[in-house]
Structure formats: structure tokens, C-alpha cells
């Protein structure tokens, strides 16, 4: 058995870290790219040459040579799989061998929005992308899923869908006086789909292990970010799935051992969307500058995203439940212009000095963070391609990140374009 290993991309972050810019910047040297959790909720940006795409289901590793595998923990809306891969198509992305998508994927179903979306509209919102994610995860933990291979074998189709549409009709009716849904035209409807996407589907699990068995360059790309993960997130304002470096075994078939070194990925400064805690938010004017010239608005649903510094207890967490021994800065041109910058070394909580994340949200929501204050930079960073060129005021900003979270600091964004990085 090889030992060749694969490497991994993963959020440290609330997600929007800029992940979709630097796997599609190590894509440029990967045979296969794996998306490997989560589902339409993401929103990857890739600039290329000042074009913009957003990539939700696909790996963004698809604009480059490698194959874009869409591995088994992906929960997969094929609606939305058929409009973004015919939205690439006209933009000259071409599909074929370089594409495979799990036969054990779960598929999210009317249903799965439809009751997304009520539960958003009641008490104890999470602020969901409603996307069906966290529904599509319940149901295949509740093992009433339907799978990508059920799609092509019309009798197991046919009666799971029977069966979960009648109860799901049921819930539908009783809670939210909704009407039912008509499981036959779910069935006809998505045996359409399935057509289409039949040259593309196959067994992931084989092709990515002997992928990295046979040397071949693998890169991992998670979605989310690690404080969204469903165990290790601030639960309940989380994703429906892991999202960080543990999730990729699960998720894609792959074992421990031929996983690794881990990459996180993590703003200069920090960002969330939705609700739960974020205590290093800022309210005031300096957060709504921070939207602005960071261009803080979702890729998925367009909400403005709340910003704040850059939180070292809930980034140490991160590091520690992903193994990450390298991380890239990204966005550090946004902090240009700012007399100060400043980052959360530990939290006051009841008045007493907390140095880990909190296990309970309500405990991390009444964190007061407590700040290292650094001086900021005035010159433009997006022209910078050496890391000896950038201000001394941000080396030494950087050099405290790379410290505090005893990793190396790797690859810095200096803006949204491919070329505007800085790899050390
Ligand atoms: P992801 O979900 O982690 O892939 O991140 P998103 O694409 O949702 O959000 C990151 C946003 O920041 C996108 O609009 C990127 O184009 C942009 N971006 C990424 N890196 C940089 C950077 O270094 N500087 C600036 N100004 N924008 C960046
Ligand atoms: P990328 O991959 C930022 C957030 C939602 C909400 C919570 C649960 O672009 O980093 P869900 O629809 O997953 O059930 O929503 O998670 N969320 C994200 N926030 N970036 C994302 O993805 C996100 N995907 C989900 O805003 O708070
Ligand atoms: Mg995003």
C-alpha cells in the first residue's frame, strides 16, 4: 500500500474564508480536487483575470485540468448541480471524464427546502442559507435519504419517495398548513435530472483511494469552516455536517492515514453569517468599513455578513481539531488604512480569563474578548508579490498570527484575483 498523502483546504474560520481562491490557486498542481461535505450552502469565489465565478456544488478546482470529484458526504441538489454546471459550459468549462459525482451522495428533495424554509420562519432561527441542507442531513441520518444510485433503479425510487413524501406531507399539512407535494411528479421530475447527470456518476470511493494510492496529487476542499462544524461548531448555530478536516474520512471513503497536511484557511480578520455568538464582532462603524471595502455580502444568498477581528480562541480551537500546520492569510489588503488592528488573545467570561473556546454557546456568547493591539499600514498591499515587500506594520501583524497559532503562515491574499498572492 501506498503512502502517499493528500492535502486538505479547510475554513478556520464561520466560512467565506476565501477558500474557493486558494484551492483553485493549488488546484493549479492537483490531479483531483474533492468536495467532500455540505452542499449548495457554499459560495466559492474564484477571480480569474477580473472574471468572476461562484461555485457552490462543484469543486473550484473544476477551472483548472484536474477531475472534480463530488464525494459521498455531499448533500447534492441536482437542480442546482445542472444550472451550475450549465452556467460554467457557456463560460467554456467543458464536462466529461474530468467530472464524477459519488453514486452515494444524498440528494436533496423538495421537501428538504420546503422544510427549510418553515423552520426558518419559526422561533430559534438559525439563519440558514435554505438550501434544504440541515433537512437532507436529518433525513440520512434517519436513513430516509434518497441516494444518487436509488435515482437509476426506479423501484426503489419509486417506493422510498412514496413513503417519505406521505409523511413528509403529513408534517407539511400539520405544522404549516402547507399543501402536499405529489411524489409522482417528484419521482418523473427527478428521473429527468438523473438522465442528465448519468455520465457523471460513479463509485467516488474507489476512484479517489486509488487516486492517492497510485501518487496521484489529491486536494481536499471543505466547505464551511471548522466553527460551522455540527460537533466542534458553536452548536446549534452550526452547519448540518463536519466541516473540517474530520469530516473528510466520512465523507469521502478516504482512511486517516492518507489524509493530510491540513491547510486553513483564514481572513485578517473575521466574518459570519447567520446568527449565533461571534464575540470579536464589531457593531459600529468599523465593522460596516470592513463590509464595505472587504465586500463582506454573501456568495450564496447575498446577506451582508457580520465582521469583526480576527478571534485567536475560536482559531486555536480550529488548528487543533484539524491538525492544520499551515494556514493561509487572506484579505489582508482590507485592513490597509486602519490606525489599528486588533486580535483576541484570550476572553474574560464571568469575569475570569478563558484561553480555550467554550463548549456552550450561551457561555461563548458572553465572552468579552480581550485584544493585542497592533499598528496598522496605510499602503496599498494588492500590487505586493514578495513577502519582504509588504510593510513592516504587517509582517509584524502576521508574524503574531503565525506565533499565537504555532503554525506557519504559508500563502497571503492580497486580493481577489489568482494572481494576487503571496506564497512563502
Ligand atoms: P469561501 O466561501 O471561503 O470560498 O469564500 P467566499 O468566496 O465566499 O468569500 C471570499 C470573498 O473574498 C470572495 O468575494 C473573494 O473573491 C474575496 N477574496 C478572497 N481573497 C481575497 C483577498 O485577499 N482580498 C480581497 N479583497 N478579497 C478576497
Ligand atoms: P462557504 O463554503 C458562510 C451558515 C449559514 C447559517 C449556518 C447553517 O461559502 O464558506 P445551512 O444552510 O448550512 O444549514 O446554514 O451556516 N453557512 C455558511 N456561512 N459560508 C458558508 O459556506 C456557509 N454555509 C452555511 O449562514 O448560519
Ligand atoms: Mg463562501
Known amino acids: 500500500m501506498s503512502t502517499a498523502k493528500s492535502t486538505c483546504v479547510v475554513g478556520v474560520q464561520w466560512g467565506d474564508e476565501g477558500k474557493g481562491k486558494i484551492v483553485d490557486i493549488l488546484s493549479q498542481k492537483a490531479d483531483v480536487v474533492v468536495r467532500f461535505q455540505g452542499g449548495g450552502n457554499a459560495g466559492h469565489t474564484v477571480v480569474v483575470k477580473g472574471e468572476k465565478f461562484v461555485l457552490h456544488l462543484l469543486p473550484s478546482g473544476i477551472l483548472h485540468k484536474s477531475t472534480c470529484v463530488v464525494a459521498n458526504g455531499v448533500v447534492v441538489d441536482l437542480i442546482q448541480l445542472l444550472d451550475e454546471m450549465a452556467e460554467l459550459e457557456k463560460r467554456g468549462v467543458k464536462f466529461g471524464k474530468n467530472f464524477l459525482l459519488s453514486d452515494r451522495a444524498h440528494v436533496v428533495m423538495p421537501y428538504h427546502k420546503f422544510l427549510d424554509k418553515h423552520f426558518e420562519a419559526g422561533k430559534g432561527k438559525i439563519g440558514t442559507t435554505q438550501r434544504g441542507i440541515g433537512p437532507c442531513y ?3 441520518a434517519a436513513r430516509k435519504g434518497v441516494r444518487v444510485a436509488d435515482l437509476y433503479n426506479e423501484a426503489v425510487l419509486k417506493d422510498r419517495v412514496f413513503a417519505i413524501t406521505d ?14 407535494l405529489d411524489p409522482q411528479r417528484i419521482v418523473d421530475e427527478y428521473r429527468g435530472y438523473a438522465a442528465k447527470l448519468k455520465p457523471f456518476v460513479g463509485d467516488a470511493v474507489d476512484f479517489v483511494n486509488t487516486a492517492i494510492d497510485k501518487g496521484k496529487r489529491v486536494l481536499f476542499e471543505g466547505a464551511q469552516g471548522s466553527l460551522l462544524d455540527i460537533d466542534f461548531g458553536t452548536y446549534p448555530f452550526v ?3 463536519n466541516s473540517d478536516a474530520c469530516g473528510i ?16 484557511v483564514a481572513k485578517a480578520y473575521c466574518t459570519r453569517v447567520g446568527e449565533g455568538p461571534f464575540p470579536t464582532e464589531l457593531k459600529d462603524g468599523l465593522g460596516e468599513k470592513l463590509r464595505e471595502v472587504g465586500g463582506e455580502y454573501g456568495a450564496t444568498t447575498g446577506r451582508p455578513r457580520r465582521c469583526g477581528w480576527f478571534d485567536g480562541v475560536t482559531s486555536l480551537h480550529a488548528v487543533q481539531i484539524n491538525g492544520i500546520e499551515s494556514v493561509a492569510i487572506t484579505k489582508l489588503d482590507v485592513l490597509s488604512g486602519l490606525d489599528e488592528i486588533r486580535f483576541a488573545t484570550h476572553y474574560k467570561i464571568d469575569g475570569k480569563k478563558v484561553e480555550v473556546m467554550p463548549s456552550e454557546t450561551d457561555v461563548l456568547a458572553r465572552a468579552e474578548p480581550v485584544y493585542k493591539s497592533f499598528k496598522g499600514w496605510t499602503e496599498d498591499l494588492s500590487k505586493i508579490r514578495r513577502y519582504q515587500d509588504l510593510p513592516k506594520a504587517a509582517k509584524i501583524y502576521l508574524n503574531f ?10 500563502m497571503i491574499s492580497v486580493g481577489k484575483d489568482r494572481e494576487k498572492t503571496i506564497l512563502r
Open 138 to 140: 436529518a433525513d440520512k
Open 167 to 180: 409523511e413528509k406531507n403529513k408534517i407539511l399539512a400539520a405544522l404549516y398548513g402547507a399543501p402536499p
Open 401 to 410: 498570527v503565525e506565533r499565537y497559532l504555532k503554525v506557519k503562515v504559508s
Open 239 to 241: 452547519t448540518s455536517s
Open 249 to 264: 474520512s466520512a465523507g469521502t471513503g478516504v482512511p486517516p492515514k492518507k489524509i493530510g497536511p491540513i491547510l486553513g
